[in-house]
């Protein structure tokens, strides 16, 4: 428990830095009895002297007072930061916790976490896996900073920034009519048993694409990992449909397995960075967004030289 407030703390570096308790008094525009009250009840807390004071004479320093001041004006500069949002913008240390859709953390978590240690070195990093729901829950309640997500479920509470661009794509066994396209359309799929992830947002967002386009599709099966949607894809249960692409022809039950994009132009989506426009837009998740930002940015133009 804190005995000692700051006001009073105040007080004692006001009488340091005045040399008297006339002077500190008018400094502080509080009355001088309050004054000496104040400085009397934090000697009283130390048990030492912090003031020689003699009638006539000017205030002097006890051998405690002066390393306690210095420590009091440590104490109340920070103090002054914690109550000033645009000194505390300026500060990269302390705690981010950055949030990732659950589709998307494992091809891209695990890189940027990397980049930022590498960038923020001063800054403790923690990670949170999420749904769509639960990650703008979180960032509304403050826990997660940044989110590496669609754009989906988030209001204009939200401030959003385009990290890339992504095509779905189909997974399919390769007895599927539609293995020997390059290129495969919604309308091809409509007429397919579709496997569709099962998390709310994901598969409403999936079906208005096949209905704005005037098709009505048929979902064999909802699953909540995208390994089961590839097994159940290579074992022709159906077509998956989904917007990451892990590397690698065969899921992991040993069966093989092809991968179609979707041409659609209207069921291209971005990956973004989100972040709440509610709370205090520190200087560590400013660097951090920086950071993701120009990562992205590298990744980008490589695929662009190199398509």
Known sequence: ???????????????????????????????????????????????????????????????????????????????????????????????????????????????????????????????????????????REGQIDLAITYDLGLDAAFDKTELKAVSPHAFMAPASPLAQRTSISLADLALQPLILFEEGLSIRHMLNLFRHAGHNPTVAHRVQSLEVMRSLAANGEGIGIAYTLPPGNFSYDGHPLIAREIGDHSAIEPIILARSNHHPKLAAANSAQHIICHMFGDQNQKNRLNP
Not at 9 to 36: F, K, M, T
Request: aromatic share 6%.
């Open 1 to 139: 428990m804190l005995y000692l407030t700051l006001r009073q703390i105040e007080y004692v570096v006001a009488v340091a830095r005045a040399g008297s308790l006339a002077q500190a008094a008018q400094n502080l525009h509080v009355s001088q009895p309050a004054l000496s009250v104040a400085l009397s009840l934090v000697e009283n807390r130390l048990g030492q002297k912090l003031f020689i004071r003699r009638k006539g004479s000017p205030i002097t320093l006890t051998a405690f007072a002066q390393n306690y001041i210095a420590e009091a004006e440590t104490l109340l500069a920070q103090a002054q930061r914690l109550e000033d949002p645009a000194a505390l913008s300026r500060i990269v240390n302390g705690t981010l916790t950055l949030g990732c859709f659950d589709d998307l953390a494992p091809g891209h978590l695990a890189p940027v976490l990397k980049a930022l240690r590498s960038g923020l070195p001063d800054v403790a990093l923690r990670w949170r896996i999420c749904d769509f729901e639960s990650l703008a829950r979180n960032m």
